[in-house]
């Protein structure tokens, strides 16, 4: 079919444990995704009260992004049969989410606001504190162990 982008299989990781990390990534995205969806009108409300000076339209069109994103970071790490735009798509969608609930997460410990849940599970009652900010870096610490090994473009060498 003429028009349609081609697909690839993923190059050989750089390593195993990138790899690995890719995986590890993936677990804990499934799980993030599976309790948002799950309670996905609990979150969306949840969201709001992370700043009450946005509407809740705003966080409305950010938590159905976010989740969105969430889904398309996962292609990448799981090294499926992607056209090359998807893969960078994908993997620029991996570093979206950790820069977004690296937000969340000090948006939320600098207002000081009392939350009922912490949102990452989406309204399951994990309560929030100062231990999502690490939680963030290390998903971005993960991210970019994965970027590099599985790296989606030609490298140099």
């Known amino acids: 079919m003429k028009g349609f982008a081609k697909s690839y299989p993923a190059k050989k990781p750089r390593s195993p444990q990138s790899a690995q990390m890719a995986i590890l990534m993936v677990s ?3 799980v993030m995704i599976l309790g948002q969806l799950f309670t996905f009108d609990e979150f969306l409300a ?3 009260t992370f700043n ?5 339209v705003y966080w409305q069109i ?3 992004i976010l989740v969105t994103v969430e889904v398309f970071a996962l292609p990448f790490l799981l090294r499926m049969q992607l056209s ?3 893969r960078w798509v994908s993997m620029v969608s991996g570093w979206l989410v950790t820069v977004a609930w690296t937000w969340l997460s000090v948006m ?3 207002a000081g606001r009392e939350v009922d849940a912490a949102g990452i599970v989406g309204a399951l009652p994990v309560p929030a504190g100062w231990w999502m900010v690490p939680f963030s870096v290390a998903l971005g610490l993960l991210m970019a162990w994965a970027s590099w090994g599985l790296w989606p473009g030609k490298l140099k060498r």
């Open 28 to 30: 804990i995205l499934v």
């Open 46 to 48: 949840l969201l709001a």
């Open 52 to 56: 009450p000076g946005f509407s809740m």
């Open 62 to 64: 950010f938590g159905a």
């Open 84 to 86: 090359v735009l998807f």
């Open 108 to 110: 939320i410990m600098v």
